[in-house]
């Protein structure tokens, strides 16, 4: 623990009892608390009586030296993608399928929009009877479609529909591994997990904004909303590490391209 300034996992708090807390956990308008603890490093936890509801806190610490606090947040960055593999997927049955699919569906020019990707995946995941989901939405399709769409036709041709179901099938791992009852759900607790499993690390501030973004009432996520965040984390980190020439985290735009940027991903 000494030393981290990453978010910590649950697992850290099974494994590790607290050194002082509330007499009571109470749902009341304000409670305070009076603790004396030697010098060390702590990780201070406040929270709201009710989860998902913001609320304000004050700490005060009287110490003998000086004494130094900061939030604990993870660095934003994504894993940067290797290269898709080369390699021939000629003859395979999922190949054939694939093919067979978009073909009926994007005729001659081989090439599909956003209606069309939503015909296609949907015939494609109800065929996995383990996935609990009742198909894409076309907002989550035109997310995929300027995700993969590289020269600006608003439509994707076979083989860049085929490197984005490889994604939505290591995303859909992810998926199921934390929808344990088999629901078509996970909470924002697993959320935060499953995010970084893919390969993007958030601070707090982001991970609240994706909970107000993708979940329902119930702070559940279902899959479609599931992709679709991905989809769009995944086109924003790609979008600013092409205007990051210099590779500093840092990147300025004019008004048309921030318009674009935003438009697109």
Known sequence: MHGTKHHLQKDFFLYNASKARSKTYINMREISERFRLPP???VIIPSTYEP???GEFILRVFSEKRSLSEEVENMIEADRPSHPSTRTREGSEEENQFRNIFRQIAGDDMEINAEELRNVLNNVVKKHKDLRTEGFELESCRSMIALMDTDGSGRINFDEFRHLWDKIKSWQKIFKRYDTDHSGTINSYE??????DAGFRLNNQLYDIITMRYADKNMNIDFDSFICCFVRLDAMFRAFHAFDKDGDGIIKLNVLEWLQLTMYA
Do not use: T
Not at 191 to 196: D, K, L, P
């Open 40 to 42: 060390s490093e702590y």
């Open 52 to 54: 998902h509801q913001e």
């Open 191 to 196: 959320m935060r997990n499953a995010v970084n």
